[in-house]
């Protein structure tokens, strides 16, 4: 059996995901990948595993693959997501959008969750934390009526937390939200001036755009096992956008 801590990102390619991933190999923790591409970045003796989280047969493949590679799993990061392909009018929300970004953004992670789970329920000759983290968005809570499926998903990204941390608490596994808000990357590259113009104006107490390492030191702050008696709890990662202010 392996002996580092194994931890599976999913949309470890960009962005947030691969900000995580980073920070966890730096940790000494091994990554494997998943992303939609046949091919991707490996760090350090991790792996890369091609999955779409919406597939059932991608999610069991990509379980099992890191059982039979490494056999063991202690920290799963749900990450990956996807926005809509066009911002428009809430009224004018095409019911395909919707069935997308939920099939990917929250069903397949949902079921990507109760497979890890499973598996990972069955693992107490291993004397680690194990945990299960689920990146969200400030959108969780937050009305954005151009882009009202991707908020839709990520509220139930919310919900998804706190069952799994009710569920799982008895079996020694720990489940935490991270949700990040305005964070640089290829996703928040075409509405970059909107959003250095609202930082400068004071939208957030910390102005600047956060970066993905700023959410990846987060995420390796809870594998640390430190925060043992804390479970189904929100981490933000923005900058104090959530703070209300007058």
Same mark, same amino acid.
């Given at each position: 059996?392996?002996?580092?801590?194994?931890?599976?990102?999913?949309?470890?390619?960009?962005?947030?995901?691969?900000?995580?991933?980073?920070?966890?190999?730096?940790?000494?923790?091994?990554?494997?990948?998943?992303?939609?591409?046949?091919?991707?970045?490996?760090?350090?003796?991790?792996?890369?595993?091609?999955?779409?989280?919406?597939?059932?047969?991608?999610?069991?493949?990509?379980?099992?693959?890191?059982?039979?590679?490494?056999?063991?799993?202690?920290?799963?990061?749900?990450?990956?997501?996807?926005?809509?392909?066009?911002?428009?009018?809430?009224?004018?929300?095409?019911?395909?959008?919707?069935?997308? *970004?939920?099939?990917?953004?929250?069903?397949?992670?949902?079921?990507?969750?109760?497979?890890?789970?499973?598996?990972?329920?069955?693992?107490?000759?291993?004397?680690?934390?194990?945990?299960?983290?689920?990146?969200?968005?400030?959108?969780?809570?937050?009305?954005?009526?151009?882009?009202?499926?991707?908020?839709?998903?990520?509220?139930? *990204?919310?919900?998804?937390?706190?069952?799994?941390?009710?569920?799982?608490?008895?079996?020694?596994?720990?489940?935490?939200?991270?949700?990040?808000?305005?964070?640089?990357?290829?996703?928040?590259?075409?509405?970059?001036?909107?959003?250095?113009?609202?930082?400068?104006?004071?939208?957030?107490?910390?102005?600047?755009?956060?970066?993905?390492?700023?959410?990846?030191?987060?995420?390796?702050?809870?594998?640390?096992?430190?925060?043992?008696?804390?479970?189904?709890?929100?981490?933000?990662?923005?900058?104090?956008?959530?703070?209300?202010?007058?």
């Amino acid at each position: 059996m392996h002996g580092k801590r194994v931890a599976l990102v999913t949309g470890a390619t960009r962005g947030i995901g691969r900000g995580i991933a980073e920070v966890l190999t730096a940790d000494g923790i091994t990554v494997c990948a998943v992303g939609t591409g046949k091919e991707g970045p490996s760090y350090g003796d991790g792996i890369y595993i091609q999955c779409d989280i919406s597939k059932e047969a991608d999610r069991i493949r990509a379980i099992d693959r890191i059982y039979d590679t490494y056999g063991r799993l202690d920290i799963l990061v749900n990450n990956a997501g996807v926005a809509p392909l066009v911002r428009g009018d809430l009224l004018d929300m095409p019911e395909e959008s919707l069935d997308r *970004l939920i099939g990917i953004n929250l069903k397949g992670t949902f079921f990507l969750t109760q497979y890890a789970a499973k598996r990972m329920i069955k693992q107490k000759d291993i004397d680690t934390p194990r945990m299960i983290i689920t990146i969200t968005s400030i959108s969780a809570d937050t009305a954005s009526i151009s882009r009202g499926e991707y908020c839709i998903s990520k509220a139930g *990204l919310a919900m998804t937390t706190k069952l799994f941390a009710d569920r799982l608490a008895p079996e020694g596994i720990c489940v935490y939200e991270v949700r990040p808000g305005i964070i640089e990357t290829d996703m928040t590259a075409v509405v970059k001036d909107r959003y250095d113009a609202l930082i400068e104006g004071g939208l957030l107490p910390i102005k600047r755009m956060g970066q993905p390492s700023d959410v990846g030191k987060i995420v390796l702050g809870l594998t640390s096992g430190l925060f043992a008696y804390s479970t189904g709890d929100i981490i933000h990662a923005d900058g104090g956008f959530h703070i209300s202010r007058l």
